[in-house]
């Protein structure tokens, strides 16, 4: 069994792969969570944003995993950076969540032209000192962006959560993620299952390994040492994405995936998000 946890730079401990659930709506929510907790998940990653901080709450709360034992992200969304509402806007997502602390929360954008990430994450440190949060990161944050915050506020962000996947590595914000020992977490994972999974590489080492093409993808993220929170509604992949512990890739598999990089930006690019440009 390889190790499942990650801990951070704080110590606290952060499972390695966990759930997104950015477009689990309300009446997939329920099945979505039960099947994850009982495939082995505790990590969920939602966001003010998605909209279903509440239905998550609620799924949770009908499983009898102790809150303990879970681990809880949630971000703030750009519309509300700035100081106050930093504040007001996690007061909110605890609410929606019914709990009383995140284990991680993030800036869910720099939205750098506005000026504002800085005092949102202070407003984040506030929080964090008192105990409301267990650790605090960004995500879309580019190395410029690290550097900025790291030079003019206090903790050094736990996670940095970025696009990641073969046809997008980011090797060099990985690297000097890891200089900085802050975690990186890949969204968008599986590429959305947009052709990816279909690539001869990847399909062809999956029946090599007898695994799947996603479980192959999946465990070339964990050997670059990041976290991942593959998104699925669907019962049989939700296990299917938690079932990469028994194996490990060869390092001439990890290289031929990282050979498939072509710099293939999917998302957003953070140099162009602003506040109110992302609905
Ligand atoms: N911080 C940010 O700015 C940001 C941005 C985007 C996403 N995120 C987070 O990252 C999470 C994951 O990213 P994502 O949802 O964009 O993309 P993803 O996890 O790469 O892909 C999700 C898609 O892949 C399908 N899928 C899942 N497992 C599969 C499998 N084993 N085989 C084949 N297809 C599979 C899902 O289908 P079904 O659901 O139909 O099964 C869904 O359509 C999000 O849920 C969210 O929590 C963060």
């Not at 000026?115 to 990161?137: C, H, N, Q, T, V």
């Not at 399909?203 to 093409?213: H, N, W």
């Not at 998104?231 to 990282?258: G, H, M, Q, V, W």
């Amino acid at each position: 069994m390889i190790n499942d946890t990650y801990y951070l730079n704080n110590s606290y401990p952060m499972p390695k792969v966990g759930l997104g659930v950015y477009k689990i709506s309300e009446e997939e929510m329920d099945i979505a969570v039960e099947t994850a907790l009982e495939a082995g998940y505790r990590a969920f990653d939602t966001a003010y944003f998605y909209k279903n901080e509440i239905a998550l709450g609620n799924a949770l709360k009908k499983s009898d995993i102790e809150r303990e034992d879970l681990f809880i992200t949630s971000k703030l969304w750009n519309d509300y950076q700035g100081y106050d509402q930093t504040i007001e806007f996690f007061t909110k997502s605890l609410e929606n969540l019914g709990t009383d602390y995140l284990d991680l929360f993030l800036i869910h954008w720099p939205c750098e032209a506005d000026g504002l990430f800085i005092e949102s994450y202070k407003a984040m440190e506030k929080l964090y000192e008192e105990g409301k949060i267990r650790a605090i990161g960004v995500c879309n944050f580019n190395k410029h962006h690290l550097e900025k915050l790291m030079e003019e506020t206090d903790v050094v962000p736990a996670v940095n959560q970025i696009e990641v996947h073969p046809y997008f590595n980011q090797q060099e914000l990985q690297d000097f993620c890891d200089k900085h020992d802050i975690a990186v977490t890949a969204w968008m994972p599986l590429m959305r299952n947009k052709g990816l999974l279909e690539h001869k590489l990847i399909t062809d080492m999956a029946s090599r390994y007898d695994k799947t093409p996603a479980q192959i993808v999946l465990r070339w993220h964990l050997a670059h040492n990041s976290l991942i929170i593959p998104k699925s509604k669907t019962p049989e992949r939700i296990r299917e994405n938690y079932d990469i512990f028994d194996f490990n890739l060869e390092l001439t598999d990890i290289a031929e995936i990282d050979s498939l990089d072509r710099g293939d930006r999917q998302g957003n690019d953070p140099e162009n998000v602003r506040i109110g440009t992302l609905k």
